[in-house]
């Protein structure tokens, strides 16, 4: 096999905001997006028609450069792109001049055959985090990495890959930070020097351009806030997605569904949405719905609306081969689906039997599985999970001779999934009109949060999964996936009560709340593992609907910045050793303010890392000093989970679902501290778009530890709170006589202070 390098530069143009730089062997094309982001794109034979599935803003139209006789040298106000003419390399230094990322000075880019890949430089103690959905440690330094999205049954904390693709990763060294971006859907291969000598990373992929964006602000969360600028930020989830859900494989009657919610509702144990499992259809053809089983769907829909809940239901983008069935009927006619390159139908077996796969990378394909809906948004679903789309077909191989248009499997697969979330929410968000619909996928591609929540596949009922799934969801959110869940309890296998009650207050810290379980095994239901743990269970799902005032401001800063809700330590605290070390790379914060630790079921103490700042604990108000591992008590009805020194939680009084108007008391909660802090706090009507339209309810919330005072901004926005009255709950305050003294504001509109006693 061939291998030809980049070669050196031998004349460049700029034209139209684009820096074109030509070797004997490629052309680099450089394009600045900010003064943090510039996007380098090397390739051998460029094409034209330069469309990204990820990105969605557009380079400035012009900059400058400076060239001298060694190097063209682009620099904005954060940032230094030094290009070297011989060879062909790319360094990215800070405005300053300080070396943040340079290709490896023997390699740089270069092609084996039609793969391209990148080699840098490895700086001495440097880090890395991201890929979205991978396992191993948090720091991936001295790991390799494959992105070919897969169906992953019975996948270890070890698999790769498993069903998504986020080719993004940052990189920590010297006290800072850069990112990087490979938009390039081909199979790709990250290598963050694990099997070279301590000098070089590399990346690449099997196909396509080396075309990168490199982010250079300094701090993760300017550059995650970069990074979903680039490629977009999720939108306010329905409010009812983030109360408890409750699925399995499968609920096997609408009676089956029907008694689960009304068990809710009798134990009075909160929850708000029902899932419908493939067994809901008819013969697992999509848009159906089974005859015998679940004869009238919009009674159905009807009697789990009246008792507060919704329903979600699975589709899968196997279209079964069966005459008479309309969207096999429609699909071909239309020619809707994958094809071998001899024109015939692509046929890969799934749940119905043989199945063809639709071409979601089509528009007309994607407007036509969008309008299909009805047949689900008729008797009144609103939400609707995306499974298979890796896509999965039984062997796993489905042929890389199989096309989509004129692009072979290769080339788009690792997008599959992305596009036919792209379709179903596209789809049900005209169908629904103003009302958000809940879209779950699998499998997904950088950019997928504009469009859906993802959750981590089939995962096994093990301590080792639930750790695993915590650090998943993590490095999600680094990717700007902040709507992300787990299979509470495991998909797979059948987890002790112990394991299914701590991994249930997990559940509470996480984004995506779902207890799901594969179909054979035990019910999972909370009122499964005996009284006792029903009713931890319980207590942590009511601390979940206490918590949705603070969880919905926390997602109206994922879908303002980026920042994501469940966030890893390596965010904040970038250059604390500790935070990457084993024994405590699964903790992370829950939105500003909580720190949560996952415990393993059968350590009822744990040594813990409590970062900078003073922290106290939730449970207790006990306080601690920061920047010190303590060994804390951890038992089963309580998960270590500590509230930083100064914050502001808003909390509302239980309730049942989200629905359910409340007692109409927004209680904040306020940890004393030695620094000021303030909160955005933010509500809307939970259901529709037209927060878009400025219906929102905004301020902020100040605590000024210096005067003991808190304020309260002005409203912003057109939407009247749900909440009539104002609680302040303060913690720690109790030298000064205030502890858990409650102070009444009913206007909402005054400043309040505190007295000291
Ligand atoms: C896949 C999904 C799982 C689902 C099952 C049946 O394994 O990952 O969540 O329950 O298919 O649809």
Redesign the pocket.
């Known amino acids: 096999m061939n291998l030809q390098i980049a070669g050196n530069v031998q004349g460049f143009k700029q034209q139209e905001g684009i820096l074109t730089i030509k070797t004997a062997e490629a052309e680099a094309r450089v394009y600045i997006y900010s003064p943090t982001i510039i996007r380098v794109n090397i390739s051998k034979n460029f094409n034209p028609d330069d469309t990204s599935f990820a990105v969605v803003r557009q380079p400035l139209a012009d900059f400058d450069f400076d060239e001298s006789s060694a190097n063209i040298d682009i620099t904005t106000s954060a940032l230094k792109l030094s290009i070297q003419k011989s060879s062909l390399r790319f360094n990215f230094f800070t405005a300053g001049g300080i070396s943040l990322s340079e290709d490896d000075a023997r390699f740089g880019t270069n092609w084996q055959g039609e793969r391209v890949t990148c080699y840098r430089r490895l700086f001495e103690g440097e880090r890395f985090i991201g890929l979205g959905e991978k396992t191993g440690n948090l720091d991936r330094r001295g790991a390799a990495y494959v992105n070919w999205n897969t169906d992953a049954?019975n996948h270890t904390p070890d698999s790769d890959p498993l069903y998504k693709t986020f080719p993004f990763f940052i990189g920590l060294h010297s006290g800072l930070t850069y990112g990087l971006f490979l938009d390039n859907t081909h199979k790709s291969y990250f290598d963050f020097g694990a099997s070279t000598d301590e000098e070089t990373s590399w990346f690449g992929a099997d196909g396509g351009d080396l075309n990168y964006y490199f982010f250079g602000a300094q701090g993760v969360a300017k550059i995650i806030e970069d990074y979903t600028w680039l490629t977009g930020r999720m939108e306010m989830p329905p409010l009812w997605s983030l109360g408890y859900q409750q699925c399995r494989?499968s609920y096997m009657s609408a009676d089956e569904v029907l008694n689960i919610a009304q068990t809710f509702r009798k134990k009075q144990i909160p929850a708000d949405v029902m899932y419908c499992?493939?067994d809901y259809m008819d013969d697992f053809k999509i848009f159906t719905w089974n005859k015998k089983t679940f004869p009238k769907p919009k009674q159905l829909l009807d009697k789990l609306k009246a008792m507060n809940f919704k329903l979600v239901t699975?589709v899968d983008p196997g279209i079964k081969v069966e005459q008479g069935y309309k969207e096999y009927d429609e699909g071909i006619e239309r020619d809707y689906f994958a094809k071998y390159p001899d024109g015939e139908n692509y046929t890969g077996y799934v749940?119905p039997g043989r199945c063809h796969f639709p071409d979601f990378f089509r528009e007309d394909v994607r407007e036509w599985w969008g309008a299909a809906f009805t047949a689900l948004t008729g008797p009144g679903v609103e939400g609707f999970w995306n499974?298979?789309n890796e896509p999965a077909a039984w062997g796993q191989n489905i042929p890389w001779l199989v096309k989509f248009g004129d692009k072979f499997m290769p080339e788009v697969r690792n997008a599959y999934g992305m596009q036919m979330a792209r379709a179903t929410y596209e789809g049900t968000r005209k169908i629904l009109g103003n009302k958000r619909p809940f879209v779950l996928t699998?499998a997904a591609y950088s950019g997928t949060q504009r469009y859906s929540a993802v959750w981590t596949?089939?995962n096994t009922g093990t301590d080792a999964h639930m750790l695993l799934g915590q650090r998943l969801v993590n490095s999600l959110g680094i990717t700007g996936m902040s709507f992300v869940g787990v299979?509470i309890g495991g998909?797979s296998g059948n987890p002790t009560p112990e394991l299914m009650v701590r991994w249930n207050s997990l559940g509470t810290y996480t984004p995506m709340f779902r207890n799901?379980a594969?179909q054979g095994s035990k019910m999972r239901e909370p009122w499964e593992w005996g009284k006792d743990n029903e009713k931890i269970i319980k207590k942590d799902i009511e601390q979940r609907y206490k918590l949705l005032p603070y969880l919905y401001s926390s997602f109206y800063q994922s879908n303002q910045t980026g920042l994501p809700v469940s966030r890893t330590l390596a965010i904040e605290h970038s250059f604390d050793e500790n935070v990457f070390d084993e024994r405590f790379q699964n903790e992370f914060m829950f939105g500003d303010a909580m720190l949560v630790v996952p415990v393993k079921s059968t350590k009822l103490t744990e040594d813990i890392y409590l970062p900078k700042g003073s922290w106290y604990r939730l449970s207790s108000n006990e306080f601690y000093e920061g920047e010190q591992i303590v060994n804390v008590s951890a038992p089963l009805t309580d998960l270590p989970v500590f509230v930083k020194a100064g914050s502001i939680i808003p909390m509302q009084s239980v309730v049942q679902s989200t629905n359910e108007k409340g007692d109409g008391a927004l209680q904040v909660h306020i940890w004393n501290g030695n620094e000021a802090n303030s909160f955005i706090y933010y509500e809307d009507d939970g259901v529709s778009y037209d927060y878009e339209q400025g219906v929102y309810y905004k301020r902020v919330i100040r605590f000024d530890p210096v005067n003991k005072s808190i304020s309260l901004s002005a409203v912003e926005g057109e939407f009247k709170s749900r909440f009539m009255q104002l609680k302040f709950v303060l913690h720690g305050f109790g030298g000064i006589g205030l502890k858990d003294e409650i102070i009444e504001n009913k206007s909402g509109e005054v400043e309040v202070m505190l007295i000291r006693a």
């Open positions: 049954p494989w499992d493939i699975i749940w499974d298979m699998r596949g089939d299979d998909f799901h594969i």
